[in-house]
């Protein structure tokens, strides 16, 4: 494992970092996923959300978010008024990464030195877009900016100033409360999922 930065172009915007990206080699997950899933939104969007790593779906289709995950938080984003045309939708890993079989594609979480390899691309998109404040869905994007000791269920939807971002949030990740098996804890994350995008929405 080594580091994404070997990989940057010298000039940068998000498309000729979108085709750098491409080629990546600088951790295993290239090896089994079928492309780089990279960011996509506005140049100077206000909110920048950032998931865990593309799943079975966006590896297949080279777009983040648009699986069951992405389903869900289409729906959350509608609901508190966001419009996800004008948010940049982007992983703190770029790579799917799976065990099991072809057949079965079972997601893998990704480990502390993938999200590290990965972060450089990460940093690159915060840097071009510039956006007012950051939402990491679930703790491994969390993680990726603020260390492995940060903890979702002690600091969901506190905003913070960071390096970053001016407005740095994290929420729930979609999937996580597709996940969860019993009816009313899934309701009421479901809702503080909900209180947290709405704050976002009134925030920015
Ligand atoms: N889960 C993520 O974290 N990101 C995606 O793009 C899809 C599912
Ligand atoms: Fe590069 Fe990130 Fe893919 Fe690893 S997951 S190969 S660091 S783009």
Redesign the pocket.
């Known amino acids: 494992v080594s580091d994404?930065s070997l990989y940057l172009p010298e000039h940068r915007d998000l498309a000729s970092l979108a085709r750098a990206?491409q080629g990546?080699?600088?951790?295993p997950?290239?090896e089994r996923a079928t492309r780089?899933v990279f960011g996509e939104g506005p140049v100077g969007a206000r909110v920048m959300l950032v998931g865990e790593q593309p799943g079975d779906t966006e590896d297949r289709e080279g777009r983040p978010f648009i699986g069951p995950a992405g389903q869900l938080l289409d729906d959350v984003l509608a609901q508190v008024g966001l419009n996800r045309q004008e948010l940049y939708v982007t992983n703190a890993?770029?790579?799917f990464g799976w065990m099991g079989d072809e057949k079965q594609r079972l997601h893998a979480k990704p480990g502390r030195r993938?999200v590290l390899?990965?972060k450089a691309?990460l940093e690159a998109e915060v840097a071009q877009v510039k956006p007012r404040m950051i939402v990491c869905l679930g703790a491994t994007a969390a993680q990726s900016f603020l260390g492995p000791g940060f903890r979702i269920n002690l600091s969901r939807g506190q905003v913070f100033e960071t390096p970053w971002a001016p407005a740095w949030m994290a929420t729930f990740h979609p999937s996580a409360l597709l996940r969860m098996p019993d009816e009313r804890a899934r309701a009421q994350a479901r809702s503080h999922f909900e209180a947290d995008l709405r704050k976002v929405a009134e925030t920015v």
């Open positions: 994404a990206a990546c080699k600088a951790c997950l290239h780089t890993v770029k790579h993938e390899a990965c691309w």
